[in-house]
């Protein structure tokens, strides 16, 4: 069966614990409760109020005695009151609705759609067989719900994405630039008008104007050189690539780390490669590149590629040397 479908039959098994049956009295889940004499100048909401710390439950007072919705006793009438069965019944409804808040938090009315919705329907469901007294049907009702908002919630933390990774900045025309490169995505207002920025999109805001259409981010380049861990014994460090399609110009991050936190030098190139002649002390290091389109949308970085330098007085040429090979599992001479 597919998803759709077993969340189908919850639901309808949710509608059939919520269906009154002959054999489950409506009140109060087959537990007696007091009954008591209404004040002068008292209302069921008064009565409520001071017995459950809750107005909302006048409507089980009423329920409870045959009264229709809203109606008003008089005063010195005799009431029957929810018995003990109400109070685990109310605690699971606030156990259900706190789960289905918390999946809410988490992104599932997006990312779990339809368990959400299942959710709902069945707290929903709890409620009002908790106003008419059923508070047996209630109890399995809430417990249900609770249960299909833990899925709710779940499903969402594993299909949305990271948090949001994205960029702002001012264009030469005065604009502002928005670029979303990993997350949710994110809203984009202005003049009275949102628009969804998803990941790899961005768009612009001219002053006064409502934001612009999402369009595609340009794609990373290529890396060519220096190799992937490659160890360079001379000053002179080539960097060579192949342009993403589209791109106008590349940008180009030297950086001391695999995150690019601790950036040595950026700039910008329009061709396809750049000989940075370093000053450098030896080390690890690594470089990334990003592609910048006629429309000055900048794309998401390349992964991280290191280098190492070794250099030396009298080199006067690159030299690459590729990373050291694995040592064989059984040396020559060596026994098998």
């Not at 919850?10 to 008591?36: C, F």
């Not at 050189?225 to 589209?246: A, E, H, N, V």
Request: overall charge neutral.
């Amino acid at each position: 069966m597919t998803r759709a479908h077993l969340l189908l039959v919850a639901l309808l098994q949710l509608l059939w614990l919520a269906a009154p049956r002959a054999a489950e009295p409506a009140a109060p889940g087959g537990d007696e409760g007091e009954s008591v004499v209404l004040g002068p100048d008292q209302t069921l909401e008064d009565l409520a109020s001071l017995r459950y710390e809750d107005a909302r439950a006048a409507e089980e007072i009423r329920a409870l005695n045959g009264l229709a919705p809203g109606a008003a006793p008089a005063p010195g009438q005799r009431l029957r009151l929810p018995g003990k069965a109400r109070r685990p019944a109310i605690m699971a409804l606030g156990v259900a609705g706190q789960a289905l808040q918390d999946a809410r938090l988490q992104g599932a009315a997006e990312f779990a759609v339809q368990r959400h919705q299942a959710a709902v329907a069945g707290l929903e469901l709890a409620e009002a067989a908790c106003r008419r007294t059923d508070y047996v049907a209630c109890l399995r009702l809430a417990d249900d719900a609770f249960a299909l908002a833990r899925l709710a919630r779940q499903e969402s933390l594993t299909r949305r994405a990271q948090a949001n990774r994205f960029a702002v900045s001012v264009a030469q025309d005065g604009g502002t630039r928005v670029e979303v490169l990993a997350g949710d995505g994110v809203e984009v207002s202005a003049q009275a008008q949102s628009t969804r920025l998803r990941p790899g999109q961005g768009l612009q805001v001219h002053p006064g104007k409502a934001p612009e259409a999402p369009q595609a981010l340009p794609e990373p380049p290529e890396q060519l050189l220096p190799y992937p861990d490659s160890r360079l014994i001379t000053p002179s460090i080539l960097f060579s690539w192949k342009p993403g399609p589209g791109a106008q110009r590349t940008v180009l991050l030297l950086a001391r780390d695999a995150a690019g936190l601790r950036p040595i030098r950026q700039l910008t190139v329009q061709e396809a490669s750049f000989l940075f002649q370093s000053k450098l002390p030896n080390g690890d290091y690594y470089w990334f590149l990003r592609s910048v389109d006629a429309r000055g949308a900048v794309g998401r970085a390349t992964p991280a590629r290191r280098f190492s330098l070794h250099v030396e007085q009298d080199g006067q040429e690159i030299r690459v040397e590729p990373p050291p090979a694995p040592a064989p599992a059984n040396p020559p001479g060596a026994p098998p």
